[in-house]
């Protein structure tokens, strides 16, 4: 994916180390300098140079026998950092895991970043563990899952439209088909403030938005679990959804007046 066009209030080599290291996603433990130039657009010459810085910042590891690099430790520790440091995450996981545990459903909580949504938490109820494979920093696609369709119908009309062009013309199979459901979600959430989405076959979920501390949205979920039969009945769980979301929004609003 090329860069975007660059502020001039913004670092280019900074803007650039960032984009090398937005690269690095689950299945891509190793990328090259050729496959790194690629994704981000720039020419190779920039790549190893900022390849090479990043591995003297800490950021990459270079495997000198593939000639390739991965990410370094210091990213997780980034991760963790927020983590830890988010009063908000705090105040909802327990929410979130109370109410994973009362109703047996997945529970999760999403912001936005680009075309993606990412988990900020995500607490999966499931008896078996190689199930339990959604964590915090997982990415999953914004135009077909309900986090993501929840979280376009929470922009301005203008925000929307110019969202809605990008990911037409970034080519997503299907696209006419996905379009009309997220057109179906954003009235729905207009109308009855939860949408519904079926991204995986054997996942269904329901999701509505909350604001964050910042003013920002996110995207809250209930989900089946994979092995679980609740899928045509997980609308049923709407006003556990919302209760949930009350007692969120009722934890942040005690932060914001205290």
Request: proline share 4%; net charge positive.
């Amino acid at each position: 994916m090329e860069l975007r066009k660059s502020s001039p209030k913004l670092n280019r080599s900074l803007e650039r180390g960032i984009e090398i290291l937005r690269c690095f996603k689950p299945g891509m433990n190793l990328l090259g300098n050729s496959e790194i130039a690629e994704r981000t657009g720039l020419p190779p010459s920039t790549i190893s140079r900022l390849t090479q810085t990043l591995v003297l910042s800490g950021f990459l590891e270079h495997d000198k026998e593939k000639s390739a690099y991965r990410l370094a430790p210091t990213v997780l520790s980034l991760g963790h950092a927020y983590k830890t440091s988010s009063v908000e995450l705090r105040l909802i996981e327990p929410l979130m895991r109370k109410a994973s545990e009362k109703l047996k459903l997945n529970v999760g909580l999403a912001v936005a970043d680009r075309h993606e949504m990412v988990y900020l938490e995500s607490i999966r109820y499931t008896k078996n563990i190689a199930l339990r494979t959604v964590a915090a920093g997982q990415r999953v696609p914004i135009e077909r899952t309900s986090l993501g369709r929840a979280w376009i119908a929470s922009l301005d009309p203008k925000r929307r439209t110019s969202l809605l062009l990008e990911l037409k013309n970034s080519e997503i199979k299907n696209w006419g088909q996905i379009e009309r459901e997220i057109l179906v979600a954003i009235e729905s959430m207009q109308n009855k403030g939860y949408c519904l989405a079926t991204w995986l076959p054997e996942i269904s979920a329901i999701s509505t938005s909350i604001q964050l501390l910042n003013g920002k949205h996110a995207a809250l979920n209930l989900s089946t679990p994979a092995e679980s039969q609740l899928h045509g009945l997980l609308e049923n769980y709407v006003p556990a959804l919302f209760e949930l979301k009350d007692k969120i929004d009722a934890e942040l609003y005690k932060i914001k007046h205290t």
